[in-house]
């Protein structure tokens, strides 16, 4: 943001007035070189050059101020192409421009909270690779919005990410706050909370050739068969039948498991409640052949921040009716997969019928952990 001293806005506000234009505004559905765009031309570029040599703005160059080669091609560049290419999409379609606009913004957000994450889990010793490959992708984080009611970030939720997928992700963030609290790093991070009922993302692409286990079932089985194969590699599974168990203090015995070996244990569970084309049904001797999850997407390397986790003032107004406690997502993972259950039989098959599950996370052992992962990862 520019500061303007007020004599310089009535400065502009004279220049204007001399050629007779009240509001300055270019008609971007003429020339450039039409009279009144002529007029606006004369008046930006001599309103700018006057300010200019006031010093309002930061880092111009004076030397420049009265090159008119260079102020010119400038400024036709900015109002008669950038300007008019946005407001010509405005005209077929009333409202895109601006609803591009803030889904740029949100995926700077998904892009920041991805790098996060996935930092995160790289000091975790024993982590599992599998997830920090599937979590590398942007596509795989839901957004947010902030609901003016409370000043809560609403977290939404992707109609492609499997109610197990969410529950792996969620409590990341609050291992990331506790983590932050005991190495006494500050944090600025806004709080992200989870509505009790489901709000919609309005991003529906989803990431690609992921193990098929990421994917809701409701969705993949919507999709023609072409479209299975493109998005989805049904021949891989990567979460644990409750994934809620996964990253603790004490590591579940199978994330030690290469991705192959995962694949082979929990793959005939697993693929019973999607409908993969026959063509693509592996036997459990391919599925140890075909080698491990290999995801090349890599993390962005920006230097921006990363997504608000625990600013102070944030959630303060949350209705606990409408929002679970942050990092927690009650029964709502629980109601939508059909192979999550509660126990394991003796002979290791699930039991048929689901039951609700009470989730009781060992918080206690996370926060250790944590601290322990942030301590390693500095030394």
Not at 73 to 90: D, G, I, R, T, W
Request: proline content about 6%; overall charge negative; charged content about 25%.
């Amino acid at each position: 943001m520019i500061n303007v001293d007020e004599v310089c806005i009535h400065y502009i506000h004279t220049s204007l007035a001399k050629l007779g234009i009240s509001i300055w505004g270019p008609n971007l559905t003429e020339s450039p070189d039409s009279l009144f765009n002529s007029a606006c031309h004369i008046a930006a570029i001599r309103s700018f050059h006057e300010v200019a040599l006031q010093g309002p703005y930061p880092n111009v160059s004076k030397a420049y101020l009265n090159n008119l080669t260079l102020l010119t091609p400038a400024y036709n560049h900015f109002v008669h192409y950038l300007s008019a290419q946005c407001f010509k999409k405005e005209l077929m379609s009333p409202g895109k421009f601006e609803l591009v606009t803030k889904k740029a913004v949100v995926l700077r957000c998904r892009l920041r909270l991805c790098k996060a994450r996935c930092e995160f889990l790289l000091t975790i010793r024993g982590c599992p690779k599998q997830y920090i490959k599937m979590l590398a992708k942007p596509n795989t984080h839901s957004d947010n919005e902030v609901d003016s009611n409370s000043i809560t970030h609403t977290i939404k939720t992707l109609e492609f990410r499997s109610a197990n997928a969410s529950k792996l992700i969620c409590p990341v963030d609050l291992l990331m706050q506790k983590a932050d609290i005991l190495t006494g790093k500050t944090s600025q991070k806004h709080v992200r909370w989870l509505p009790k009922t489901p709000v919609p993302s309005t991003f529906k692409s989803p990431p690609t050739q992921l193990p098929i286990d990421f994917y809701s079932p409701s969705w993949y089985n919507n999709l023609p068969p072409g479209q299975k194969k493109k998005w989805v590699n049904s021949t891989h599974v990567v979460l644990l039948p409750d994934a809620a168990q996964s990253l603790k203090l004490i590591p579940h015995p199978d994330e030690s498991l290469s991705g192959s070996k995962f694949s082979k244990k929990y793959y005939e569970q697993k693929i019973r409640v999607y409908q993969v084309p026959v063509v693509e049904e592996l036997t459990k001797e391919h599925l140890g052949k075909t080698g491990d999850l290999d995801c090349h997407d890599k993390v962005l390397d920006d230097d921006e921040e990363g997504i608000d986790l625990q600013q102070p003032s944030d959630g303060e107004d949350v209705d606990e009716d409408e929002y679970y406690a942050e990092g927690e997502f009650g029964d709502l993972y629980y109601q939508e997969d059909g192979w999550l259950v509660e126990n394991e039989d003796d002979d290791g098959d699930f039991d048929e019928e689901e039951e609700e599950v009470d989730i009781e996370h060992d918080w206690e052992g996370d926060l250790e952990m944590g601290k322990t992962r942030h301590e390693e990862s500095v030394v």
